[in-house]
């Protein structure tokens, strides 16, 4: 049978596909396009003919019988022209959607959302409860799917949640306002409901009659300054002149809060000899201090000009308006119950301007930033030439203008690496200034450095920048007339191990090209021993000083060992050295020569063992009331502690003293364990990268004040001091 074109009018009558034989059924499965004219022979069946008269079925062996209306429509459906722009359209579709803006692409978000929440769901069916991401895009919109997901719990916390950066904001209606978060009512009374708590928390009370030595180093607040001053204002003075005395640098915080409550109890003596004291007390310290007094004030300017931007007409940005918030938050917390700064306070700040040097001046107005004097000019409302006589100009330079020709500020403004050596021969300019030039010094600009600097403990300290034969005879020479060192002994110890690796021939641990002989070693050693017999320092005898030579300490082997010397020295204590196991010094050093040797022999190896020096004392019973470990407290071979608890227990309650070398933010590995079982020692934290030997009149004095006589030298010095006070003054 034979199949050709026929009309629309008798394409009616086809033949069923039951009808069909098998031979055109093959046909008609093939995946051939229906738009091909495929038409050899009159005996084959085109697959356009096929596709007029049969529709598409999912099934490739059977076709269904189809009207002439169906086949009219799909044929429009299928015309060449009509597929085209339904192509165009899926194209445009596909462009819109990336071109699309956020809330078409949340479609698209949700449906990833689903597909990979199911898949972890499948994961964790055996799991009871389903899958938090599972939960929140079961709709297609996730925000409205996360909120019926979280339970009223859940979003009570995600309220109180603060998120820190860019994150998503919540998107609202143009026409309604936001409410700030700060002003919000859950807001409000929760900070009220923990402030208390907090300051329960933080509040650590010391009795100054009890715990004098505590109440200095414990973060005691302004109203408790005020409150031992009024206590007992002999016994408190006494303290903070013994500590000073006894080499204890007190923290800046505490300096500035002593300061602030002698002002703000009218105690205009006390407050003087603290603003005197230039060593403790600089423009800093004194700016900080009025600045607490001042609070009250300040509070209420910030209060008025958050109110004036928050009734503003126009746009003001969040960031100023919570920056200006933090900021009076921050001076409530510095607020005292009780002082303002009054004119007597300005006029007592003034007094003290008044008695600021010429070269002091200069100073500020090299390397000190202006802004600070501005903050004080505007308390205290200076005099430009009768607050500041020594140098008329000082008030005026730091308010902009520019320093008078001649002068030494004036020099240095223009101050590079060509013009150095120059302005040098000109200009005696301080060393602490053109340090930063110290490559493209001459020798002709050393010797005058060496020869203008006023005090010798800055050509000391600056030695290795300065270096030359000449600049040696300089040293030597003023060291013979009569100029000595004011350095205190830990500054020493730390130029004496300087000046002996340049004289072996390291510089900065390299190799230097020959050794020589430093002219002025031998006086500056007899000037450290005579400060270190001036250092005094009881502590409960006998005392053990066990020091770590192992390999964790390479850098700071040298220090540690210079300061194990100087404790061996001072306390007249045994010495243990330790690694892997422990090993006694054929001579335990007595003075500042023999604690250097002793520095420079000593190399660092092995492991870490303390409990290696322990064990001799605890096997033989001995009796040892203070022990004293340099260490850097990286334990990795036996237990320190467990071994200490026996000594303790049965031999003596000994006291411990930790010299550690750590990193910052480390707590020590040892003191963390023997704090576990109960035991308080006493640390005090070198720093492990860059040990630092300034600070060892810090250590003696901590140690002073732990001692028990430190309680009887206090009541001494307050006996002197309640003789000079008179009943008026108290």
Known sequence: ?????????????????????????????????????????????????????????????????????????????????????????????????????????????????????????????????????????????????????????????????????????????????????????HRRSHSKSRSPHRSKMNATVVDIDQNVSEFFFANASTDEHIQAQNQNRSRYIACMSLLHLKGVELRQQVRVRALAASWARNDFKMSTEFICDRDRYGMVEILKALQIVDSGRLIRQGE???????????????????????????????????????????KNVRKWTKTLSKEELERYALHLPKKPWKKLADICHFNPVEDFPNLPWFLSYCFGQSAPCGTVVHTCEDLNEKNINDK???????????????????????????????RLDTVLWYYEDIECRQVDEIIMQRLDTGDTSDLPIGKMMDRLITLK?????????????????????????????????????????????????????????????????????????????????????????????????????????????????????????????????????????????????KYHNEVFPARLVFVSFLDQHEKGYMCTQLKKKGFNPLQFVLDARRPDLTKLEKLFGILASESKSFTEELSILQSKITGHIHDGDL
């Open 1 to 185: 049978m034979k199949y050709s074109r026929r009309s629309r009018s008798s394409r009616r009558n086809t033949f069923s596909p039951r009808q069909l034989s098998p031979t055109y059924s093959s046909i008609l499965s093939r995946s051939v396009s229906p738009y091909s004219n495929y038409s050899d022979s009159p005996g084959v069946l085109s697959s356009r003919s096929v596709s007029r008269s049969c529709s598409r079925s999912r099934s490739p062996e059977g076709l269904s019988y189809i009207t002439s209306t169906q086949r009219k429509n799909r044929s429009r459906s299928r015309s060449p022209r009509w597929s085209r722009s339904r192509s165009r359209s899926r194209r445009r579709r596909r462009r819109s959607r990336s071109i699309s803006p956020r809330w078409r692409r949340s479609r698209s978000r949700s449906r990833r959302r689903r597909r990979r929440s199911r898949s972890i769901s499948r994961r964790w069916s055996h799991r009871k409860s389903r899958s938090p991401r599972f939960s929140r895009s079961r709709s297609r919109s996730p925000r409205f799917s996360r909120s019926r997901s979280r339970s009223p719990r859940r979003r009570s916390k995600i309220k109180r949640r603060r998120f820190r950066g860019r994150g998503r904001t919540r998107r609202r209606r143009p026409g309604k306002r936001s409410r700030s978060r700060s002003v919000t009512p």
């Open 501 to 645: 690796e340049l004289a072996r021939g390291f510089r900065c641990g390299r190799r230097a090209t020959g050794k020589y002989k430093i002219p002025f070693m031998k006086t500056l050693l007899s000037l450290a021993e005579s400060k270190l017999q001036n250092v005094k320092l009881k502590l409960d005898s006998p005392v053990v000083v066990l020091g770590d030579r192992s390999g964790s300490m390479d850098i700071a082997v040298r220090t540690s060992s210079v300061i194990t010397g100087i404790l061996c020295s001072i306390c007249s204590a045994d010495l243990v050295v330790f690694n892997h196991n422990c090993k006694r010094p054929k001579k335990v050093p007595e003075n500042v020569d023999e604690a250097l040797k002793l520095a420079m022999k000593t190399e660092a190896s092995g492991s870490t063992n303390p409990s290696s020096a322990l064990m001799p004392f605890y096997k033989q019973k001995r009796v040892v009331k203070t022990f004293i470990i340099v260490t850097d407290e990286g334990e990795n071979v036996g237990n320190f502690a467990d071994l200490f608890e």
């Open 424 to 454: 040098l021969k000109t200009c005696d300019i301080p060393y602490a200034h053109s340090r930063k030039f110290k490559k493209y010094l001459n020798v002709e600009s050393k010797i005058k450095i060496a020869t203008s600097e006023p």
């Open 304 to 346: 008025k000009t958050l109110k004036r931007l928050q009734t503003a007409r126009g746009k003001v940005s969040r960031h100023k308006i919570d920056k200006l918030k933090c900021k009076i938050n921050s001076m409530r917390k510095l607020q005292p119950k009780k002082g303002s700064a009054s004119g007597s306070i300005c």
